[in-house]
Protein backbone atom coordinates (compact mmCIF):
# COMPACT_ATOMS: atom_id res chain seq x y z
CA UNK A 1 0.00 0.00 0.00
CA UNK A 2 1.04 3.31 -1.09
CA UNK A 3 1.79 6.05 1.99
CA UNK A 4 -1.08 8.05 0.23
CA UNK A 5 -3.31 4.99 1.11
CA UNK A 6 -2.13 4.61 4.32
CA UNK A 7 -2.28 8.10 4.80
CA UNK A 8 -6.36 8.11 3.86
CA UNK A 9 -6.62 4.78 6.11
CA UNK A 10 -5.52 6.81 8.85
CA UNK A 11 -7.73 9.70 7.70
CA UNK A 12 -10.98 6.85 7.99
CA UNK A 13 -10.25 5.45 10.61
CA UNK A 14 -9.28 8.14 12.99
CA UNK A 15 -12.58 10.32 11.67
CA UNK A 16 -14.49 7.52 11.64
CA UNK A 17 -15.34 7.45 8.22
CA UNK A 18 -16.65 4.55 6.05
CA UNK A 19 -14.24 2.69 4.36
CA UNK A 20 -14.46 3.47 0.97
CA UNK A 21 -15.00 7.15 2.21
CA UNK A 22 -12.97 9.79 -0.04
CA UNK A 23 -10.56 11.89 2.11
CA UNK A 24 -8.29 13.95 -0.44
CA UNK A 25 -10.59 17.11 0.07
CA UNK A 26 -10.90 16.95 3.70
CA UNK A 27 -10.83 20.32 5.62
CA UNK A 28 -10.63 20.49 9.32
CA UNK A 29 -13.40 21.23 10.86
CA UNK A 30 -15.46 20.89 7.03
CA UNK A 31 -17.26 18.01 8.27
CA UNK A 32 -18.36 17.10 12.07
CA UNK A 33 -15.82 14.00 12.05
CA UNK A 34 -13.04 16.42 12.44
CA UNK A 35 -13.34 18.16 15.15
CA UNK A 36 -11.00 19.12 17.71
CA UNK A 37 -10.72 15.84 19.92
CA UNK A 38 -10.44 13.61 16.31
CA UNK A 39 -7.94 16.24 15.56
CA UNK A 40 -5.86 15.03 18.31
CA UNK A 41 -6.42 11.06 17.47
CA UNK A 42 -5.78 11.58 13.89
CA UNK A 43 -2.65 12.96 14.86
CA UNK A 44 -1.57 10.49 17.10
CA UNK A 45 -2.51 7.73 14.58
CA UNK A 46 -0.29 9.21 12.01
CA UNK A 47 2.61 9.32 14.06
CA UNK A 48 2.26 5.30 15.07
CA UNK A 49 1.32 4.46 11.52
CA UNK A 50 4.67 6.87 10.11
CA UNK A 51 6.57 6.32 12.74
CA UNK A 52 7.23 10.63 13.04
CA UNK A 53 6.90 12.70 15.78
CA UNK A 54 4.70 15.42 14.64
CA UNK A 55 5.40 19.30 17.02
CA UNK A 56 2.72 21.49 18.09
CA UNK A 57 3.19 24.09 15.43
CA UNK A 58 2.76 21.09 12.88
CA UNK A 59 -0.21 20.14 14.39
CA UNK A 60 -1.93 23.29 14.57
CA UNK A 61 -1.18 23.99 10.81
CA UNK A 62 -2.08 20.38 9.44
CA UNK A 63 -5.74 21.89 8.53
CA UNK A 64 -6.59 19.48 5.83
CA UNK A 65 -5.92 16.00 4.17
CA UNK A 66 -3.08 18.04 1.25
CA UNK A 67 -1.69 19.62 4.60
CA UNK A 68 -1.28 16.30 6.18
CA UNK A 69 0.67 14.96 2.70
CA UNK A 70 2.83 18.25 2.71
CA UNK A 71 3.49 17.04 6.77
CA UNK A 72 4.70 13.86 5.51
CA UNK A 73 6.88 14.89 3.00
CA UNK A 74 8.25 17.07 5.72
CA UNK A 75 9.36 14.53 7.31
CA UNK A 76 10.82 12.69 4.58
CA UNK A 77 8.21 10.22 3.80
CA UNK A 78 6.65 10.96 0.19
CA UNK A 79 3.42 10.46 -0.15
CA UNK A 80 3.35 9.61 -3.92
CA UNK A 81 5.03 6.40 -3.03
CA UNK B 1 10.43 22.11 11.27
CA UNK B 2 8.80 25.94 12.61
CA UNK B 3 11.24 28.41 13.76
CA UNK B 4 11.28 28.87 17.25
CA UNK B 5 11.06 32.92 18.38
CA UNK B 6 10.24 33.25 21.71
CA UNK B 7 7.31 36.29 22.11
CA UNK B 8 8.56 37.34 25.25
CA UNK B 9 11.12 39.78 23.91
CA UNK B 10 9.57 43.23 24.06
CA UNK B 11 10.97 45.81 26.88
CA UNK B 12 8.21 48.17 27.50
CA UNK B 13 9.25 51.47 25.33
CA UNK B 14 9.45 48.57 21.90
CA UNK B 15 6.67 47.09 22.79
CA UNK B 16 4.46 50.61 23.30
CA UNK B 17 6.20 51.64 19.85
CA UNK B 18 4.79 48.45 18.38
CA UNK B 19 1.89 48.08 19.30
CA UNK B 20 0.37 51.39 19.31
CA UNK B 21 0.26 51.52 15.45
CA UNK B 22 -1.26 48.20 15.07
CA UNK B 23 -3.95 48.96 17.84
CA UNK B 24 -4.71 52.29 15.98
CA UNK B 25 -5.00 49.91 13.04
CA UNK B 26 -7.30 47.44 14.53
CA UNK B 27 -8.96 50.25 16.22
CA UNK B 28 -10.27 52.01 13.22
CA UNK B 29 -10.84 48.44 11.36
CA UNK B 30 -13.32 47.45 13.96
CA UNK B 31 -14.78 51.28 13.84
CA UNK B 32 -15.32 51.09 10.07
CA UNK B 33 -16.60 47.19 10.18
CA UNK B 34 -18.94 46.90 13.53
CA UNK B 35 -21.77 49.29 13.82
CA UNK B 36 -22.07 49.31 17.68
CA UNK B 37 -18.59 49.26 18.03
CA UNK B 38 -18.48 52.46 16.42
CA UNK B 39 -21.39 54.13 18.11
CA UNK B 40 -19.75 53.45 21.61
CA UNK B 41 -16.63 55.22 20.25
CA UNK B 42 -18.98 58.02 18.87
CA UNK B 43 -20.48 58.38 22.09
CA UNK B 44 -17.54 58.35 24.23
CA UNK B 45 -15.70 61.37 21.62
CA UNK B 46 -12.99 58.46 21.15
CA UNK B 47 -10.76 59.54 18.47
CA UNK B 48 -6.83 59.36 16.90
CA UNK B 49 -4.72 60.87 17.39
CA UNK B 50 -3.65 58.17 20.11
CA UNK B 51 -0.17 58.04 21.80
CA UNK B 52 0.11 55.61 24.06
CA UNK B 53 -1.51 51.79 24.68
CA UNK B 54 -3.37 53.48 27.70
CA UNK B 55 -4.61 56.02 25.53
CA UNK B 56 -7.01 54.00 23.47
CA UNK B 57 -10.72 53.22 23.94
CA UNK B 58 -11.72 49.95 25.93
CA UNK B 59 -14.85 48.23 25.96
CA UNK B 60 -16.37 46.87 28.99
CA UNK B 61 -15.61 42.86 28.50
CA UNK B 62 -19.41 42.37 29.23
CA UNK B 63 -20.25 43.55 26.27
CA UNK B 64 -19.83 40.47 24.58
CA UNK B 65 -22.94 39.88 26.87
CA UNK B 66 -24.95 42.27 25.32
CA UNK B 67 -24.23 42.52 21.94
CA UNK B 68 -22.92 40.90 18.50
CA UNK B 69 -19.70 42.60 18.31
CA UNK B 70 -17.95 41.50 14.62
CA UNK B 71 -16.34 42.95 12.43
CA UNK B 72 -16.55 40.41 9.82
CA UNK B 73 -19.33 39.96 7.40
CA UNK B 74 -21.72 37.34 9.24
CA UNK B 75 -21.01 34.80 5.89
CA UNK B 76 -17.07 35.27 7.13
CA UNK B 77 -17.55 34.44 10.65
CA UNK B 78 -15.96 30.40 10.84
CA UNK B 79 -16.45 30.10 14.38
CA UNK B 80 -18.59 31.40 17.36
CA UNK B 81 -17.10 31.20 20.74
CA UNK B 82 -19.94 30.75 23.49
CA UNK B 83 -19.48 31.41 27.32
CA UNK B 84 -20.98 29.01 29.55
CA UNK B 85 -21.84 31.37 32.36
CA UNK B 86 -24.07 29.81 34.80
CA UNK B 87 -26.41 32.70 34.84
CA UNK B 88 -27.10 35.84 32.47
CA UNK B 89 -26.78 35.86 29.11
CA UNK B 90 -23.31 34.36 27.31
CA UNK B 91 -20.08 36.03 25.79
CA UNK B 92 -19.98 35.70 22.32
CA UNK B 93 -17.05 35.76 20.49
CA UNK B 94 -17.06 35.53 16.23
CA UNK B 95 -13.62 34.45 14.67
CA UNK B 96 -13.41 34.43 11.24
CA UNK B 97 -11.12 31.65 9.51
CA UNK B 98 -8.01 34.15 10.02
CA UNK B 99 -8.82 34.95 13.09
CA UNK B 100 -9.73 31.05 14.45
CA UNK B 101 -6.44 29.73 12.57
CA UNK B 102 -4.21 32.60 14.47
CA UNK B 103 -5.56 32.11 18.27
CA UNK B 104 -3.82 28.51 19.20
CA UNK B 105 -0.87 29.28 17.19
CA UNK B 106 -0.53 32.17 19.57
CA UNK B 107 -1.13 30.34 22.17
CA UNK B 108 1.45 27.62 21.52
CA UNK B 109 3.98 30.45 21.03
CA UNK B 110 3.57 31.89 24.59
CA UNK B 111 3.63 28.70 26.13
CA UNK B 112 6.54 27.33 23.81
CA UNK B 113 8.40 29.78 26.50
CA UNK B 114 8.43 27.57 28.96
CA UNK B 115 7.76 23.90 26.99
CA UNK B 116 9.53 24.51 24.17
CA UNK B 117 7.99 23.25 20.82
CA UNK B 118 7.56 19.85 20.82
CA UNK B 119 4.68 17.95 22.20
CA UNK B 120 5.23 16.44 25.55
CA UNK B 121 3.54 13.62 26.98
CA UNK B 122 0.00 15.48 29.36
CA UNK B 123 -1.15 14.55 32.63
CA UNK B 124 -4.34 16.32 32.87
CA UNK B 125 -6.15 17.18 36.15
CA UNK B 126 -9.59 16.27 34.65
CA UNK B 127 -11.72 13.76 33.88
CA UNK B 128 -11.77 12.74 29.88
CA UNK B 129 -15.79 13.34 30.02
CA UNK B 130 -15.21 16.94 30.26
CA UNK B 131 -13.85 17.21 26.59
CA UNK B 132 -16.59 14.43 25.40
CA UNK B 133 -19.57 16.34 26.58
CA UNK B 134 -21.69 17.45 22.91
CA UNK B 135 -22.25 21.01 25.02
CA UNK B 136 -18.56 21.25 25.87
CA UNK B 137 -18.06 23.49 29.09
CA UNK B 138 -15.81 26.16 29.27
CA UNK B 139 -13.71 24.07 31.35
CA UNK B 140 -13.60 21.21 28.25
CA UNK B 141 -13.01 23.84 25.91
CA UNK B 142 -10.69 24.68 28.03
CA UNK B 143 -8.68 21.07 28.39
CA UNK B 144 -9.35 20.50 24.85
CA UNK B 145 -7.56 23.96 23.95
CA UNK B 146 -4.71 22.81 26.09
CA UNK B 147 -4.54 19.07 24.88
CA UNK B 148 -2.84 20.60 21.11
CA UNK B 149 0.32 21.13 23.52
CA UNK B 150 0.81 17.56 24.16
CA UNK B 151 0.67 13.95 23.73
CA UNK B 152 -0.89 10.62 25.18
CA UNK B 153 -3.22 12.50 26.82
CA UNK B 154 -3.75 10.74 29.72
CA UNK B 155 -6.46 11.88 32.67
CA UNK B 156 -5.93 11.95 36.34
CA UNK B 157 -9.66 11.28 37.28
CA UNK B 158 -11.83 8.41 35.94
CA UNK B 159 -15.22 8.86 34.18
CA UNK B 160 -16.82 9.19 37.49
CA UNK B 161 -14.24 11.76 39.26
CA UNK B 162 -12.15 9.59 40.94
CA UNK B 163 -8.42 9.55 41.08
CA UNK B 164 -7.62 6.59 38.51
CA UNK B 165 -4.10 5.93 40.16
CA UNK B 166 -3.43 3.03 37.79
CA UNK B 167 -3.59 5.30 34.40
CA UNK B 168 -1.51 8.01 36.70
CA UNK B 169 1.13 5.12 37.38
CA UNK B 170 1.36 4.06 34.40
CA UNK B 171 1.43 7.29 32.51
CA UNK B 172 4.67 7.94 35.26
CA UNK B 173 6.26 5.00 34.10
CA UNK B 174 6.09 5.79 30.43
CA UNK B 175 7.43 9.25 30.96
CA UNK B 176 8.04 9.99 34.49
CA UNK B 177 11.67 10.18 34.11
CA UNK B 178 11.24 13.38 31.21
CA UNK B 179 9.78 16.24 30.57
CA UNK B 180 6.00 16.18 30.64
CA UNK B 181 3.07 18.52 30.66
CA UNK B 182 0.42 19.10 33.33
CA UNK B 183 -2.56 20.69 32.45
CA UNK B 184 -5.48 21.31 35.12
CA UNK B 185 -8.09 23.80 36.54
CA UNK B 186 -6.58 25.52 39.81
CA UNK B 187 -8.91 24.16 41.67
CA UNK B 188 -9.04 21.07 40.32
CA UNK B 189 -4.82 20.59 40.59
CA UNK B 190 -5.04 21.35 44.22
CA UNK B 191 -7.44 19.11 44.59
CA UNK B 192 -7.00 16.26 42.91
CA UNK B 193 -2.66 16.57 42.36
CA UNK B 194 -1.39 16.87 45.81
CA UNK B 195 -2.98 13.38 47.39
CA UNK B 196 -1.24 11.43 44.59
CA UNK B 197 1.60 10.19 46.24
CA UNK B 198 3.45 11.04 43.04
CA UNK B 199 6.86 11.92 42.02
CA UNK B 200 6.10 15.19 39.47
CA UNK B 201 9.45 16.07 39.60
CA UNK B 202 9.51 15.92 35.58
CA UNK B 203 6.58 18.26 35.01
CA UNK B 204 5.90 21.44 34.05
CA UNK B 205 2.47 22.34 35.35
CA UNK B 206 0.05 24.78 33.40
CA UNK B 207 -2.68 26.19 35.41
CA UNK B 208 -5.61 28.53 35.07
CA UNK B 209 -9.21 29.55 35.63
CA UNK B 210 -8.29 31.78 39.02
CA UNK B 211 -8.11 31.43 42.62
CA UNK B 212 -11.62 32.07 43.85
CA UNK B 213 -12.72 28.54 45.53
CA UNK B 214 -8.65 28.28 46.67
CA UNK B 215 -8.74 31.59 48.43
CA UNK B 216 -12.08 30.52 50.32
CA UNK B 217 -9.46 27.72 51.62
CA UNK B 218 -7.30 30.82 51.81
CA UNK B 219 -4.69 29.22 49.71
CA UNK B 220 -2.96 31.72 47.74
CA UNK B 221 -0.19 31.54 44.98
CA UNK B 222 2.63 31.34 47.29
CA UNK B 223 1.36 28.50 49.56
CA UNK B 224 0.13 26.13 46.31
CA UNK B 225 3.73 26.46 44.95
CA UNK B 226 5.46 25.80 47.95
CA UNK B 227 3.40 22.96 48.61
CA UNK B 228 3.27 21.37 45.29
CA UNK B 229 6.83 21.29 45.49
CA UNK B 230 6.68 19.35 48.68
CA UNK B 231 4.33 16.68 48.19
CA UNK B 232 5.22 15.90 44.29
CA UNK B 233 8.32 17.53 43.52
CA UNK B 234 6.78 20.20 41.26
CA UNK B 235 8.73 22.77 41.06
CA UNK B 236 8.53 24.13 36.79
CA UNK B 237 4.54 25.97 37.75
CA UNK B 238 3.02 28.26 35.24
CA UNK B 239 -0.46 30.32 35.78
CA UNK B 240 -2.15 32.16 33.14
CA UNK B 241 -4.42 34.51 32.32
CA UNK B 242 -6.64 35.17 29.61
CA UNK B 243 -10.35 35.37 28.50
CA UNK B 244 -12.75 34.08 26.07
CA UNK B 245 -13.38 37.83 24.57
CA UNK B 246 -9.33 37.74 23.92
CA UNK B 247 -9.03 33.83 22.97
CA UNK B 248 -5.19 32.69 21.79
CA UNK B 249 -3.61 35.43 24.40
CA UNK B 250 -2.71 34.66 27.56
CA UNK B 251 -0.94 36.04 30.54
CA UNK B 252 2.08 33.78 31.88
CA UNK B 253 3.38 33.39 34.93
CA UNK B 254 7.16 33.57 34.87
CA UNK B 255 9.57 30.69 36.33
CA UNK B 256 9.69 32.51 39.73
CA UNK B 257 5.77 32.90 40.42
CA UNK B 258 6.72 36.46 40.50
CA UNK B 259 3.77 37.67 38.68
CA UNK B 260 2.30 37.23 35.16
CA UNK B 261 3.68 38.40 32.19
CA UNK B 262 2.64 39.91 28.71
CA UNK B 263 3.47 38.17 25.41
CA UNK B 264 4.49 40.95 22.66
CA UNK B 265 1.54 41.27 20.56
CA UNK B 266 0.02 41.97 24.32
CA UNK B 267 0.15 44.19 27.74
CA UNK B 268 -2.11 45.11 30.58
CA UNK B 269 -3.29 48.77 31.46
CA UNK B 270 -4.43 48.52 35.57
CA UNK B 271 -6.51 51.27 35.56
CA UNK B 272 -7.76 53.48 38.58
CA UNK B 273 -11.98 52.91 38.86
CA UNK B 274 -12.32 55.78 39.97
CA UNK B 275 -10.12 58.21 37.94
CA UNK B 276 -10.02 55.76 34.71
CA UNK B 277 -6.02 57.10 34.60
CA UNK B 278 -3.49 54.17 34.50
CA UNK B 279 -2.58 53.47 37.95
CA UNK B 280 1.15 53.17 39.12
CA UNK B 281 3.04 49.91 39.84
CA UNK B 282 2.35 48.80 43.28
CA UNK B 283 -1.63 50.53 43.22
CA UNK B 284 -4.28 48.02 42.10
CA UNK B 285 -6.96 48.62 39.98
CA UNK B 286 -9.64 47.08 36.97
CA UNK B 287 -7.23 45.23 34.88
CA UNK B 288 -7.42 46.00 31.16
CA UNK B 289 -5.87 43.84 28.86
CA UNK B 290 -4.60 44.81 25.31
CA UNK B 291 -3.85 42.32 22.45
CA UNK B 292 -3.13 42.83 18.74
CA UNK B 293 -5.11 39.24 17.53
CA UNK B 294 -8.75 39.90 17.99
CA UNK B 295 -9.22 41.13 14.57
CA UNK B 296 -12.91 39.72 13.61
CA UNK B 297 -14.41 41.18 16.69
CA UNK B 298 -13.27 44.65 18.25
CA UNK B 299 -11.88 42.82 21.27
CA UNK B 300 -8.40 44.24 21.11
CA UNK B 301 -8.64 46.55 24.17
CA UNK B 302 -10.87 45.28 27.15
CA UNK B 303 -11.47 46.04 30.32
CA UNK B 304 -12.34 43.80 32.47
CA UNK B 305 -14.09 43.10 36.30
CA UNK B 306 -11.10 41.69 37.45
CA UNK B 307 -8.70 43.83 40.28
CA UNK B 308 -4.88 43.94 39.22
CA UNK B 309 -1.68 45.09 40.36
CA UNK B 310 1.44 46.16 38.09
CA UNK B 311 4.41 44.83 39.87
CA UNK B 312 7.05 46.21 37.93
CA UNK B 313 8.34 46.83 34.65
CA UNK B 314 11.28 45.53 32.51
CA UNK B 315 12.25 44.30 35.83
CA UNK B 316 11.42 40.53 36.04
CA UNK B 317 12.90 37.45 33.77
CA UNK B 318 10.71 38.30 30.94
CA UNK B 319 10.43 42.34 29.61
CA UNK B 320 7.45 44.10 29.94
CA UNK B 321 4.83 44.43 32.58
CA UNK B 322 4.64 41.88 35.22
CA UNK B 323 1.17 41.60 37.30
CA UNK B 324 -1.38 39.69 39.53
CA UNK B 325 -4.61 39.72 39.40
CA UNK B 326 -5.81 39.76 42.52
CA UNK B 327 -9.76 38.95 42.30
CA UNK B 328 -13.25 40.16 41.05
CA UNK B 329 -13.85 43.90 41.16
CA UNK B 330 -16.62 43.77 43.77
CA UNK B 331 -20.18 43.90 42.13
CA UNK B 332 -21.05 47.63 43.39
CA UNK B 333 -17.50 49.44 42.27
CA UNK B 334 -18.21 47.75 38.95
CA UNK B 335 -21.55 48.56 38.65
CA UNK B 336 -20.34 52.47 38.19
CA UNK B 337 -18.07 51.09 35.65
CA UNK B 338 -21.25 49.55 33.11
CA UNK B 339 -22.67 52.56 34.14
CA UNK B 340 -19.90 54.67 32.32
CA UNK B 341 -21.09 52.74 29.15
CA UNK B 342 -24.77 52.71 29.80
CA UNK B 343 -25.10 56.14 29.85
CA UNK B 344 -22.56 56.53 26.65
CA UNK B 345 -24.68 54.43 24.94
CA UNK B 346 -27.94 54.83 25.67
CA UNK B 347 -29.08 51.41 23.71
CA UNK B 348 -26.79 49.42 25.84
CA UNK B 349 -28.44 47.10 28.50
CA UNK B 350 -26.52 45.75 30.45
CA UNK B 351 -28.50 43.27 32.90
CA UNK B 352 -27.48 41.76 36.08
CA UNK B 353 -25.82 44.10 37.24
CA UNK B 354 -21.83 43.81 37.62
CA UNK B 355 -22.32 39.96 38.01
CA UNK B 356 -18.87 38.53 37.53
CA UNK B 357 -17.83 35.44 35.37
CA UNK B 358 -18.36 32.00 37.69
CA UNK B 359 -14.78 30.87 38.37
CA UNK B 360 -15.79 27.43 37.21
CA UNK B 361 -16.05 29.69 33.59
CA UNK B 362 -12.44 30.85 33.35
CA UNK B 363 -10.64 28.95 31.22
CA UNK B 364 -7.75 28.38 29.13
CA UNK B 365 -8.01 31.28 27.25
CA UNK B 366 -11.16 31.90 28.32
CA UNK B 367 -12.84 33.23 31.48
CA UNK B 368 -16.01 31.95 29.73
CA UNK B 369 -14.82 29.97 27.45
CA UNK B 370 -15.62 28.31 24.18
CA UNK B 371 -14.61 25.31 22.29
CA UNK B 372 -11.25 26.13 21.18
Given at each position: ?81 | ?139 GAGVLGMMNLGRDHTFVLDEQGRVDTEAVGGFLRRHGGEPFLIFGFTFMVWLHLRGLGADLSQGTLIHSGGWKRLAEQAVGNAEFRRTLAEECGLTRIHNFYGMVEQIGTIFLEGPDGDGLYCPDFATVV ?103
Amino acid sequence: MSHLDRLRAVFRSALNLPPGADVDGLEYRAIPQWDSLAHMSLVAAMEDEFSIMIDTDEMIDMSSFAKATELLEKHGIDAAV
Amino acid sequence: MSVVTSVFTLAEPDREAALVPRLAELTERHRRACEPYRRILDAIGAAPAYERVADFPWLPVRMFKTHELRSVPADQVFRVLVSSGTTGAPSRVHLDREAAAAQPRMLAATLRAVLGGRRLPMLIADTRSVVRDPTLSARGAGVLGMMNLGRDHTFVLDEQGRVDTEAVGGFLRRHGGEPFLIFGFTFMVWLHLRGLGADLSQGTLIHSGGWKRLAEQAVGNAEFRRTLAEECGLTRIHNFYGMVEQIGTIFLEGPDGDGLYCPDFATVVVRDPETWEEAPPGTPGLVEVVSTLPTSYPGHVLLTEDLGVVHGVDDGVWPGKRFSVLGRLPRAEARGCSDVYAQAEPGAVVPGGARAAEPGEAVVGGRGGGRV
